[in-house]
């Protein structure tokens, strides 16, 4: 993907989450059913992937832990996460 395509992607993703944010039936709806709530609005889950939404709450964070990339030494690793890792509410705490 490129710089462009990343942007687009965003702000696809902030609409539908302002949109669930808004919409308690909409939200259900993605919660429940993700890949036709996502198709609805635009985005297509590859064939074969499938795809999960949970919700965050004021008790409850979810951190989802990335694929390990193939072919990477774990002495590689560190350099290679700390380009996806960012701050989460916990650790800010």
């Not at 993907?1 to 990343?6: A, V």
């Amino acid at each position: 993907m490129n710089d462009e395509q990343i942007k687009k992607a965003q702000q696809q993703w902030a609409k539908i989450i302002a949109k669930a944010w808004a919409d308690e039936d909409f939200k259900a709806r993605l919660i429940a059913g993700p890949a036709a709530v996502l198709k609805e609005e635009g985005i297509m889950i590859p064939k074969g992937n499938s795809i999960k939404i949970v919700e965050n709450t004021d008790k409850l964070t979810h951190i989802v832990l990335p694929v390990r990339p193939e072919g990477t030494h774990i002495d590689q690793l560190d350099e290679r996460v700390a380009a996806f890792a960012r701050p989460c509410c916990i650790c800010m705490i």
